[in-house]
């Protein structure tokens, strides 16, 4: 039998984001991970009225950020890992780049970029010169990435106390360049970016203990020179911004900076070739969409050919479970 049920949840799926959004902003998780358990513990930790605080845990109650006994609330394992203040996989502080007024007015004129083809926000979207919001990114976004920074360093290869030079292009938090910093002693690592993002990296390689091994080249991807030769080139979130042909010279810009037998390696949302699965890979596109001129999320065999006719030897696909990314990993001759 038909169903509205799908319609009512999208229509309104903007009010789980905002019940999220308060939680957060009210540190409810944090206050339970202390002790409050009750609407009117919550209220006088948060500073908020019993009332609005009971009506809001029972809706995150309902959506399955919390869990509720009689009066009392509790944090789902997720919750408590992700949602807490002070873990180290908080992603509370996602949403101020996730949420940033350049992100939701994309998708606000999200009727246009289909007609249009691409963002209707501006002419570039969120690679327009120098964007800040890339600052907000580089700060908000670090803890997501810790693990892919993880599983994209095992695939450097090699002795993990050879010497080895890595350029990060499109550096942002810096965290992928800095977790082969820490996995391989004898690596040095150079962060291409904005000025203004470069300086949240340096702060990162400072506090990991990196920093004396960690150089800088502030500018375009596209306009620096990128020096060289390098081992290994890091190419992260970075090609799903533009079309193929600007990603064909990014990727032989990567080719003339390795030494032969060198490796880039891409990070990516690449969906299968139905452009439908996985979901929460394949959904990337339409982001791409709203906030980009040119961008998408390109499957294992456009990249591949991408890097193919950069002149690369091949390249392979490798997934990174549990995240809902993937890598490619692409080989100099």
């Not at 358990?37 to 009332?51: F, I, K, M, W």
């Not at 996730?98 to 246009?112: E, M, N, Y």
């Not at 040095?188 to 400072?206: F, G, Y």
């Not at 203990?209 to 080249?217: D, E, M, T, W, Y």
Request: charged share 20%.
């Amino acid at each position: 039998m038909a169903s509205p049920a799908l319609f009512f949840d999208t229509i309104n799926a903007f009010q789980r984001t905002e019940a999220l959004r308060a939680a957060i902003e009210l540190e409810l998780f944090t206050h339970i991970s202390k002790g409050a358990a009750t609407a009117p513990e919550l209220a006088a930790a948060s500073g908020a009225s019993v009332r609005g605080v009971r009506i809001l845990a029972d809706y995150l109650t309902i959506l399955g950020f919390l869990t509720k006994t009689g009066e009392r609330y509790e944090l789902t394992p997720d919750s408590a890992v992700f949602l807490t203040r002070g873990s180290p996989a908080y992603l509370g502080g996602a949403f101020e780049f996730l949420l940033t007024p350049q992100i939701r007015d994309s998708f606000g004129k999200l009727t246009a970029a289909v007609r249009k083809g691409g963002t209707a926000f501006s002419d570039e979207g969120t690679v327009s010169h120098d964007n800040p919001v890339w600052v907000a990114f580089a700060r908000a976004m670090e803890p997501m990435m810790m693990m892919p920074a993880q599983l994209l360093s095992e695939l450097v290869g090699g002795h993990r106390d050879r010497p080895l030079r890595v350029l990060d292009v499109a550096a942002g938090h810096g965290l992928f360049g800095i977790q082969i910093a820490k996995d391989y002693p004898n690596a040095h690592v150079t962060a291409l970016d904005w000025a203004n993002v470069l300086a949240v990296a340096s702060e990162n390689a400072k506090r990991e203990g990196v920093s004396a091994r960690h150089a800088l080249i502030p500018g375009s991807a596209f306009e620096a020179d990128w020096g060289g030769p390098y081992d290994v080139v890091l190419l992260t979130n970075f090609l799903h911004h533009f079309d193929v042909p600007t990603c064909e010279r990014i990727a032989a810009k990567a080719l003339a900076a390795l030494v032969p037998g060198g490796r880039a390696l891409t990070l990516e949302f690449i969906p299968n070739s139905d452009r439908v699965s996985p979901p929460p890979t394949a959904s990337f596109a339409l982001t791409m969409l709203a906030s980009t001129a040119h961008g998408d999320a390109y499957t294992f065999a456009e990249y591949e050919g991408i890097f193919a006719r950069a002149g690369f030897a091949r390249s392979e696909f490798r997934p990174l479970p549990p995240t809902s990314q993937q890598a490619v990993v692409s080989y100099k001759s």
